[in-house]
């Protein structure tokens, strides 16, 4: 019984020791789906409404990161460096913010897009943005505006025998529609950022929501959806509406 | 293999013997009793996936030994349903003892040496091995065998109580958590780690059952890394066969669980860790003086390890004990 007693006192650590000081960063991992399969760029996917999809193109635009911690105090990221464009055919599908001061962050928002301020800075206000929009296929023209999400591939269906092209061109019309929208999603752990812990915040993209989210958009119906002011802002929407946090990996940041 | 040879010649020698017979003769050299060493280790890698893969326990049987216990899983490298499988396969050898220290007390020490390999979907393998994280515990003796008799008409229990220390002589790498969802592919925890454990053991006659249970406290190691505590338990019966005095066999049938709490890093729990496994398990014992050589296997009936994402498959070991 003695023995017992003795192993009883068991070891119980404190766990809130980690002294978080300083600033670090923050990466922030867009890991492209379809419906919970990783997304492949030329396979294929069938989604709810019998239509299958073979992707060869999935580039959006993210921008306006706001970090919130434990107390509510919100860090919002410098706007002149707050846009990124992520590609699937690239692999630059990570947003790296830097300068973020220590703390214990429970929550993320950002935009799909590009904001109306930010447009109507001109095209001198849009620094390496504009040039870089224009080298991942992200710009109709000045006039019209960003694409904030291109989505291309092929696509057959029970009246679609052969497969055909798709185009999913979503952005504001210049600044006549608004097609931004924000994201705000809980971390569901603490993203512990310090001068040396670089937490990777990874994200999931389901793409399949794009035309089968809350919004039902077939492409039997219409098959190259670029300037719409039916589908567009339902498009938006939906893609406002795919991202969710699968995890949140603490740590040095080097690898997740 | 050698061993091999001698375990089959083994078999074959007492099948041809008459066999089914409880030696009457107090006094014999045979040092068989059964399945009854008490076995707790954490077989896995670390302890995150841990092995209860004994048979049971119960008596004061004094030994050490070589054991063998090779462990495979598949485990999810990635996040998405398309996402490959990993196969991982754990081998440990450990160096293992039992030694009385008085009437009613005894330490059993565990000194593992681990080599895992793991191969990735591209085909890729890694190999990690060296010393896994030693346990020592020590029990007391709350009910024991009569020790002037090997048969008893009466039924007979033993029950031990105690615990003890897992010590982080097992290499923690923090790089081994990357790039995987198995966080178990360590050759130790990194952390101090206490143990309770406790075992019954009844026999009568030839016949025994033993259930063994243990939980294991886990600590932080330094990399701020503390895997979930671990509850372990395990149910077998066993027949032994006698065959003259020098021989006996027996084989045992049982079941046995594993519990995991989630994993803690940086204080915060780890996604997708935790969970349980639930074995049937299948062996034999051979005996022949003071010698005994043991095989046995399990088999997963029902689990849910870290949400999914590792499966444990059947594990084996194969041992060599010499009572002392």
């Known amino acids: 019984m003695l023995t017992l007693s003795v192993f009883i006192i068991s070891c119980s650590s404190d766990d809130d020791a980690t002294e978080l000081t300083g600033n670090g960063m923050v990466k922030i991992e867009f890991d492209n789906s379809m419906a919970g399969d990783d997304l492949l760029l030329g396979s294929s996917y069938t989604n709810s409404q019998n239509e299958t999809l073979t992707i060869s193109r999935l580039n959006y635009i993210v921008s306006n990161f706001r970090l919130t911690d434990e107390d509510g105090t919100v860090f919002t990221y410098p706007k002149d460096q707050g846009y990124f464009i992520t590609s699937e055919e690239t692999g630059t599908t990570e947003v790296v913010l830097m300068d973020v001061p220590a703390g214990r962050y429970t929550s993320l928002t950002f935009g799909i897009g590009v904001d109306q301020e930010k447009y109507l800075q001109g095209a001198e206000g849009q620094g390496d943005l504009l040039t870089e929009a224009e080298s991942t296929n992200m710009m109709w023209s000045w006039q019209a505006g960003y694409k904030f999400l291109n989505f291309e591939g092929t696509f057959t269906s029970s009246t679609v025998a052969d497969a055909t092209d798709f185009k999913i061109h979503m952005g504001s019309h210049g600044s006549s529609l608004d097609n931004y929208k924000e994201t705000t999603l809980s971390l569901g752990t603490e993203a512990l950022v310090s001068e040396d812990m670089t937490p990777i915040i990874h994200l999931v993209a389901n793409a399949s929501n794009i035309l089968d989210g809350e919004n039902k958009i077939s492409l039997t119906e219409q098959a190259v959806i670029m300037v719409s002011e039916e589908k567009s802002p339902k498009i938006a929407v939906n893609a406002s509406n795919m991202f969710t946090v699968d995890h949140v990996h603490n740590g040095d940041g080097g690898s997740h | ?324």
């Open chain 2, 1 to 324: 293999m050698k061993i091999y040879n001698i375990v089959l010649i083994l078999f074959l020698g007492t099948l041809s013997l008459k066999g089914n017979e409880i030696p009457t003769d107090p006094c014999s050299k045979l040092n068989s009793k059964g399945l009854l060493l008490y076995d707790f280790c954490d077989t896995c890698g670390c302890s995150g996936n841990g092995g209860s893969m004994g048979f049971g326990t119960g008596l004061n049987n004094n030994f050490f030994g070589l054991r063998y216990i090779g462990q495979r899983y598949l485990s999810r490298d990635g996040i998405f349903a398309n996402s490959p499988w990993i196969d991982e396969n754990f081998n440990t050898v450990q160096l293992w003892t039992q030694v009385p220290i008085g009437q009613r007390f005894m330490v059993n020490a565990v000194l593992p040496y681990q080599f895992h390999t793991r191969t990735f979907a591209d085909g890729m393998e890694q190999n990690i091995n060296g010393l896994g994280d030693a346990t020592v515990l020590g029990f007391y003796q709350v009910l024991q065998q009569n020790p002037d008799s090997i048969v008893s008409i009466k039924p007979e229990h033993t029950l031990q109580l105690g615990g003890g220390i897992k010590m982080p002589t097992g290499k923690f790498d923090s790089e081994n958590l990357e790039g995987s969802v198995n966080p178990s592919f360590q050759l130790g925890t990194g952390s101090w780690d206490y143990l309770l454990a406790a075992n019954y053991g009844l026999k009568h006659r030839n016949w025994g059952l033993s259930f063994m249970v243990n939980y294991t406290f886990k600590s932080e190691n330094d990399k701020e890394y503390r895997f979930g505590n671990q509850l372990n338990y395990t149910l077998n019966t066993f027949k032994t066969y006698y065959f003259g005095t020098d021989f006996a066999l027996t084989p045992q049938v049982g079941v046995g669980s594993e519990h995991f709490e989630k994993n803690k890093e940086f204080g915060l729990e780890v996604n997708d860790t935790g969970g349980y496994a639930f074995f049937g398990k299948a062996g034999v014992e051979l005996n022949y003086k003071t010698l005994a050589l043991g095989v046995s296997s399990m088999l997963p009936l029902a689990q849910d390890l870290n949400n999914g994402k590792v499966e444990a498959k059947n594990r084996w070991a194969i041992y060599v004990n010499i009572n002392i």
